[in-house]
């Protein structure tokens, strides 16, 4: 069985400082891990995603996260906020592999963080 | 353009009406399902779908009803709503092999 857990259901920041948004995931197998973002009164975007390639992966908006299977985490950076950061965020883990050994698609999400970012 | 759509957006209606949420994908996906998303608890899946006529239930699927009769439309029926099952909802659709799932827009569903 999947399960994720994002650390803090609050993040607040200044304009310009390190954003990190946790997030710890179980799986049995390899997992897949996603990062989307939710902007006030909308739909989910993809930020970012690891499949099993490299262990560091950038996603749009200057967000990246890292791999680390060791810690079974997976958590958001971005070097500098901006305002237009400010949403919730949530973590994903697939882990559900058909016959064939490919994916076929469920999601188990975090709860979710929402970022407040301070002028 | 390859999309996810979903009717309505937002929805007020009142308990034991029955009401049905449609959702279709113009990409040829074999998998679809449906998520809800309540704060505090991030998203969580109500029904999913292999192919048509291959539906089966998801972590939260009590009140819900889908089918999936053809290949791009996975419609969520909720037969006798109740208040407990206001929330917003996302369709899901995705190739299987793929790793990225497209979601659509959301419903706001309240149930008075």
């Known amino acids: 069985a999947q399960s994720v857990t994002q650390l803090g259901s609050h993040v607040s920041v200044s304009e310009g400082a390190l954003v990190l948004l946790r997030c710890n995931y179980s799986?049995?197998?390899?997992?897949?891990l996603f990062w989307y973002v939710q902007y006030p009164n909308q739909g989910l975007q993809l930020l970012l995603k690891y499949t099993s390639a490299a262990t560091l992966v950038k996603g749009i908006n200057g967000f990246e996260a890292e791999f680390k299977k060791s810690e079974t985490s997976f958590h958001l950076t971005k070097p500098s906020a901006h305002m237009s950061d400010a949403a919730e965020y949530f973590c994903?883990?697939?882990?559900?592999?058909?016959?064939?050994?490919?994916?076929?698609?469920?999601?188990?999400f975090g709860q979710g963080t929402i970022l407040t970012v301070h002028p | 353009e390859a999309q996810v759509t979903q009717n309505p957006r937002y929805l007020i209606t009142v308990t034991g009406k029955k009401l049905t949420v449609t959702c279709s994908q113009n990409m040829n996906h074999e998998y679809m399902s449906w998520y809800r998303q309540d704060p505090g608890l991030g998203l969580r899946q109500i029904y999913y779908?292999?192919?048509?006529?291959?539906?089966d239930k998801g972590d939260v699927p009590e009140g819900y009803k889908v089918s999936r009769k053809e290949k791009r439309n996975f419609p969520l029926i909720l037969e006798s709503p109740s208040p407990n099952q206001t929330s917003l909802y996302f369709c899901a659709s995705t190739s299987v092999g793929a790793d990225t799932q497209y979601f659509g827009p959301g419903t706001r569903l309240t149930v008075l």
């Open positions: 994903a883990v697939s882990d559900t592999r058909n016959a064939g050994g490919t994916s076929y698609g469920k999601l188990t």
């Open positions: 799986s049995s197998v390899p997992p897949y």
């Open positions: 779908s292999m192919n048509v006529e291959v539906t």
